[in-house]
């Protein structure tokens, strides 16, 4: 693997104080396998009581579960199954992967900014170790657009942020927006058949790692609003206003992308709202998919302790839009 795929981020030197975690060298076995995937979708807290919302014990119980269900999957021994033509074309021609590569690469920078000016060594390290993970799934990424012989755009340089907490809400909710969808659409994928199995289970600790990163942000958020009076209280509700305002506007497809040359290219925002029907043959409607994301939703958080916070804006929105698709229907 070159150097130009595996770039030089580092969290542990960012951020005081994070060591980054030990891989295993090998590839792991079948039972080691199903252990992680186990021990990664499971956690319940051994504290009495209730996990109030900017309590220390909230703040040590989600920093203990975002630490304890770590997965630990080496991104360089995966092996990347042979592909018919066909399934290889349908891969390369998803829209995605740039958007996916440049994702990562910001999130990982931002989530890496924002936790190295925390003081707080619980919530620091926590956010350090999804900053590290944000890097794993670009590493991902990479080593499958090579394998696959997927062209990207340059990547843009990844600037550091000059705002860093505003930098970490709009990553933090962009991600609560986005897996939501992606749970749908993964499962949409895995259903259809049309891609290999063992893709499939290849990518299944990255879309199970985002929702472990969306627990640890909705909980990060009532812990860190909790602690806020006055003013300060005011301005944040005011931030978090405005990040999905921008977040919304982004989605809505006015976002263009640059590569580092200056060109523009199709920045394909709008995949999760449409995109169904680039990973399936069979037809899908709009509000099928949506029930679908909120079943996988809520499957993929029924493992973890359920007095910890959940992300609860996009599968409400999306429930209430249920409603009305249904009376429509009539
Ligand atoms: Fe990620
Ligand atoms: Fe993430």
Redesign the pocket.
Same mark, same amino acid.
């Given at each position: 693997m070159s150097d130009q795929l595996l770039d030089a981020f580092d969290a542990a030197q960012m951020i005081p104080g994070f060591v980054a975690p030990k891989l295993p060298r090998e590839q792991p076995d079948r039972a080691a396998l199903d252990a992680a995937d186990r021990n990664t979708r499971h956690w319940t807290s051994t504290a009495s009581g209730p996990l109030t919302p900017g309590s220390d014990t909230h703040r040590h119980e989600m920093c203990r579960m975002f630490r304890e269900t770590f997965n630990p999957y080496r991104p360089s021994v995966i092996e990347w199954p042979k592909l018919t033509p066909e399934a290889l074309k349908r891969i390369v021609e998803l829209p995605i992967w740039d958007v996916a590569v440049q994702t $990562?690469g910001k999130?990982r920078l931002r989530m890496a900014a924002y936790a190295a000016q925390l003081d707080d060594d619980d919530v620091r390290d926590a956010l350090a170790l999804n900053a590290w993970e944000?890097n794993r799934?670009k590493e991902v990424l990479s080593r499958m657009v090579a394998a696959y012989g997927i062209e990207l755009a340059s990547e843009p340089p990844y600037v550091y942020p000059r705002d860093v907490e505003w930098a970490y809400l709009v990553t933090g909710y962009s991600e609560c927006v986005d897996s939501f969808f992606a749970f749908g659409l993964f499962e949409v994928a895995r259903r259809s058949g049309l891609f290999p199995p063992e893709l499939i289970d290849t990518f299944e600790p990255v879309m199970q790692e $985002?929702c472990r990163h969306i627990l640890l942000f909705a909980n990060w958020v009532a812990w860190h609003r909790a602690g806020l009076s006055g003013w300060l209280r005011i301005r944040f509700e005011l931030k978090v206003a405005a990040v999905w305002v921008y977040l919304g506007w982004e989605r809505i497809g006015l976002a263009r992308a640059m590569d580092a040359d200056g060109n523009e290219h199709r920045h394909d925002k709008k995949f999760t709202m449409n995109g169904a029907q680039s990973v399936t043959d069979v037809d899908i409607d709009t509000a099928e998919l949506m029930r679908l994301c909120l079943a996988e939703n809520d499957r993929r958080f029924s493992g973890y302790d359920p007095r910890l916070q959940r992300p609860r804006t996009t599968p409400n929105l999306v429930r209430f839009a249920l409603r009305f698709m249904r009376r429509k229907r009539r």
């Open positions: $990562e999130a944000e799934h $985002e």
